[in-house]
């Protein structure tokens, strides 16, 4: 990380990316969620937290989880969880059923936008693709 604000102690890439708002436990936050949710969430969480270098902060907008910026955000919506991943690679073919929305920065970089509603959203399939994402 290249800047961590004095005083919210939350790491950023850039000052300009910083909204000094204080993070949330993530417990708190998972437990403001709807059951299906919740679980959702912390199979995404539990994931995360498992690969080097990787951070995860819970704040009031939802959860981002990044190494040097924000890679994967969690944030509730009323009928779902809406999972973004930004990702160099593409999404598998098997996991494209599943996306909402796609947005394309640049030559390498993508954005997908899949909604989740309970645990079993987060298969096996999600779970390889958010692994390669994250590394």
Do not use: N
């Amino acid at each position: 990380m290249a800047w961590t604000c004095p005083d919210c102690d939350r790491p950023f890439v850039t000052r300009r990316a910083h909204v000094c708002e204080p993070g949330l436990p993530v417990t708190y936050w998972l437990g403001e969620r709807p059951d299906g949710q919740r679980e959702a969430a912390a199979a995404i969480i539990e994931l995360a937290r498992g690969i080097a270098g990787i951070t995860v902060e819970a704040v009031s907008i939802g959860v981002l989880i990044k190494r040097h910026r924000s890679i994967v955000e969690l944030r509730p919506k009323t009928k779902w969880l809406q999972l973004s991943v930004i990702a160099r690679r593409p999404l598998p073919d098997s996991a494209r059923a599943r996306v909402a929305r796609v947005v394309h920065w640049g030559k390498d970089m993508t954005a997908y936008f899949v909604r989740l509603t309970a645990a079993p959203d987060v298969d096996r399939a999600m779970r390889v693709w958010l692994r390669e994402a994250l590394r």
